[in-house]
């Protein structure tokens, strides 16, 4: 989508890739899943967790392709938290996948939330690298797509300074 767009991570960008609209399709969603899996096959991945919201299909279903289980973390007090009685042990091998990133924010607090109980990830899969490539977790990570797509700071917000009205896609509650 083109416009004036708020990102999770509160940068600002006049593209957007809403990959929900992907997701609604379970077909597409599969061969998305198939393909995000395919570095990892060999590697005998016990857990596939993925950031709330735009992690959770992701995970399930390459969980499903890779024979794993699918977690995913959810927000609370600026950081990811396991609940429902979730729980990965510290000799498991875990993935971690993401519909989109731009700085990474969300696959970052998921790695800190696995390194907090002792988890090292075997790598993270992303369907669209917004960063073009730049985004490093320091592990092996694999885009389906990598696009270069320019996000401002608030203040630095060229749409910001024309007057652009702000939209958050991934909410239906409108910005003010």
Same mark, same amino acid.
């Given at each position: ?72 973390? $959810?927000?609370? #007090?600026?950081?990811? !938290?396991?609940?429902? *009685?979730?729980?990965?042990?510290? /000799?498991?091998?875990?993935?971690? =996948? ?13 790695? $800190?939330?696995? #390194?907090?109980?002792? !988890?090292?990830?075997? *790598?993270?899969?992303?369907?669209? /690298?917004?960063?073009?490539?730049? =985004? ?36 239906? =509650?409108?910005?003010?």
């Amino acid at each position: 989508m083109d416009g004036h767009f708020l990102l999770t991570s509160g940068l600002h960008s006049s593209r957007f890739m809403q990959c929900s609209q992907l997701l609604q399709y379970p077909e597409q969603t599969e061969k998305t899943a198939r393909m995000l899996a395919e570095p990892y096959q060999e590697q005998d991945v016990d857990v596939v967790i993925g950031p709330a919201m735009g992690g959770v299909i992701l995970a399930y279903e390459t969980a499903r392709v890779l024979g794993a289980r699918a977690l995913y973390a $959810e927000p609370a #007090e600026g950081k990811m !938290v396991l609940r429902r *009685g979730f729980k990965i042990k510290t /000799d498991e091998k875990v993935l971690v =996948v993401e519909d989109a990133v731009t700085t990474g924010g969300s696959v970052r607090k998921v790695l $800190e939330l696995l #390194e907090s109980i002792g !988890v090292t990830a075997a *790598g993270v899969a992303v369907m669209v /690298d917004r960063s073009a490539g730049r =985004v490093d977790f320091g592990l092996p990570t694999h885009s389906l797509l990598q696009l270069e797509v320019q996000s401002f700071s608030p203040e630095d917000c060229p749409f910001c300074q024309e007057g652009i009205p702000l939209q958050q896609p991934k909410s239906q =509650v409108p910005l003010d």
